[in-house]
């Protein structure tokens, strides 16, 4: 069975401001914790989904590229293109670039839970779903397909019609902190000193 690691790495940062996947974090531009997390469990592919415009930005890596045609359309219609893009992989294991705390360990968790009963393995944290660091299995292709094809672009939509296993984390589990905007960096760096 096939299992790929995506980097979905197209975003526009609106509220960024900035290409927000290259700030440095612990020593490594934003998306390469997430890119490590998926490398040392041996995913393969291993691909960077992002545009034309931010790919020369990104260092020189051992891994597939996946162009969008559309930039900017959001994540459900970036996890259509990479479905479609590569179609002997069962399993598209997906993680956004913007999540510092991005692991190895929670990577390895979610592999052991992949079961053909499910279409997707979703963590929730908080009664919060984290679609974008979430498990989805080639059979979601034909509802992700008739939902881009409708203009719609939200996650919770493709969820709502997928067989999928909600995986429960602990409330105060640091993995699922996004980067969102300026000021989510004075809670990570307030986070990271609390951990030293």
């Known amino acids: 069975m096939k299992i790929a690691g995506i980097v979905l790495a197209g975003g526009q940062s609106s509220r960024y401001g900035q290409p927000k996947m290259f700030e440095i974090f612990a020593g490594q531009p934003l998306y390469k914790h997430s890119l490590i997390a998926l490398q040392k469990n041996e995913l393969n592919p291993i691909v960077i989904a992002t545009n034309a415009h931010l790919q020369p930005q990104f260092g020189e890596e ?26 002997d992989v069962e399993w598209f294991f997906v993680v956004a670039s913007d999540m510092p705390y991005m692991n190895t360990d929670f990577i ?67 993995t699922f902190i996004n980067i969102n905007a300026q000021h989510d960096w004075s809670q990570t760096t307030k986070k990271e000193s609390n951990n030293e």
């Open 62 to 87: 051992k891994v597939q590229w996946l162009i969008e045609k559309q930039p900017h359309q959001g994540p459900l219609f970036a996890l259509h293109h990479i479905m479609t893009a590569y179609p």
């Open 108 to 174: 390895k968790k979610m592999l052991v839970l992949i079961d053909d009963a499910y279409d997707a393995i979703v963590p929730t944290q908080a009664l919060r779903d984290q679609p974008l660091a979430a498990l989805y299995r080639r059979t979601a292709l034909p509802k992700a397909k008739q939902l881009t094809e409708q203009n719609k672009r939200s996650m919770k939509v493709l969820l709502e019609q997928l067989r999928v296993c909600y995986v429960p984390f602990d409330d105060d589990s640091s």
